[in-house]
Nanobody, 121 residues
């Protein structure tokens, strides 16, 4: 079974930092693009970042560009999201996810339970 277990969330003050981790199993981790997305209460799902397996190319949503950094450790099947200069509007449940087709970013077909990030002002 595919499993993606995110951790590292918590409560932090605005301007602070957190590092999220996602340990994956059940699929060929090093041959999949990987995605972080988030969902705040009452809001739609928002793509945060993606990292490609082929060349490590990264992309970011406009709201997090310059503050967040995605990375991956294929040896440990772990995906990371370093979040700096956090803002209250970053408050959300953060999910790591894999796409249905390893060579595409969408659609997603599996994600974990998420980890809650709360940024206080």
């Amino acid at each position: 079974d595919v499993q993606l277990q995110a951790s590292g969330g918590g409560v932090v003050r605005a301007g602070g930092s957190l590092r999220l981790s996602c340990v994956a199993s059940g699929f060929t981790f090093d041959y999949h693009h990987l995605i972080w997305f988030r969902q705040a209460p009452g809001k739609e799902r928002e793509g945060v970042s993606c990292i490609r397996f082929s060349d490590g190319t990264t992309t970011y949503g406009d709201s997090v560009k310059g503050r967040f950094t995605i990375s991956r450790d294929d040896a440990d099947n772990t995906l990371y999201l370093q979040m700096n200069s956090l803002k209250p509007e970053d408050t959300a449940v953060y999910y790591c996810a894999k796409p249905l087709d390893p060579g595409d970013v969408l659609p997603l077909d599996a994600w974990g339970q998420g980890t809650l990030v709360t940024v206080s002002s």
